[in-house]
């Protein structure tokens, strides 16, 4: 009796110490894939695509060069919220990442800064998990902005607000004028790894 006691207890002990090996295994694994992950991420290159959805008070203004272009209830109910201090602006920022390297790169988090002609208009992150193919492939990451220019240029005359709004949207969609300085962050082994400072995004493909 005595005996098949300690075998039994040596089978418990036995089996024990296999789930804890396949336990190490597997977060291991983990750990290297997404250290590789940060590995490639680190190569992968940045530019500004495109601006879309570009709209002031509502109106949408994409490809519209001047005020008076617009139609006259467009032309009406920009100027009715601008007499009420409110000049909402959005458009869609499109932001491609280039993967060069071989394996998958992995992104989580996004922090940005917006300048428009070089005055920081406003600031934000996005949190969402993006994927970019190995080889040269390429992710687009959309980043809704929205801003009321009233704010964002302090001290200016509503015809010159005014004005900086029309001259981005007569850009055809181009993003030109437009600059983002960026961080973005990934993870490892459950810790937040954030890329080293922030970087110019413009027209060109950056990688820091």
């Known amino acids: 009796m005595i005996f098949k006691k300690v075998k039994i207890m040596n089978t418990s002990a036995l089996r024990l110490i296999v789930i804890s090996i396949i336990g190490l295994i597997m977060v291991s694994c983990s750990v290297m894939k997404q250290a590789n992950e940060m590995k490639t991420f680190a190569k992968c290159e ?19 060069d001047q005020f008076s272009d617009l139609s006259f209830p467009e032309a009406s109910s920009i100027s ?29 988090r996004f922090l940005w800064d917006l300048f428009i002609d070089d005055i920081l208009i406003t600031k934000g992150k996005v949190i969402e998990d993006i994927k970019v193919p190995p080889d040269g492939g390429i992710a687009v990451l959309p980043i809704a902005i929205k ?6 240029l302090t001290g ?3 015809d010159a607000v005014l004005n900086f709004a029309m001259n981005l949207s007569g850009q055809g969609g ?5 600059k983002l300085r960026a961080k973005p962050t990934i993870y490892v082994a459950m810790t937040q790894v954030k890329y080293p400072g922030f970087f110019n995004i413009e027209e060109e493909f950056v990688s820091e």
């Open 80 to 108: 009715m919220e601008a007499m009420k201090g409110d000049l909402p602006l959005y458009f869609v920022l499109n932001v491609e990442v280039r993967n060069p390297n071989a394996e998958k790169a992995s992104m989580n």
């Open 147 to 152: 801003v009321d220019l009233f704010d964002a």
């Open 156 to 158: 200016e005359s509503a």
């Open 46 to 64: 940045f530019r500004l695509k495109n601006i879309e959805d570009l709209t002031l008070a509502g109106v949408d203004i994409s490809g519209v």
């Open 174 to 178: 181009a993003p030109s004028r437009v």
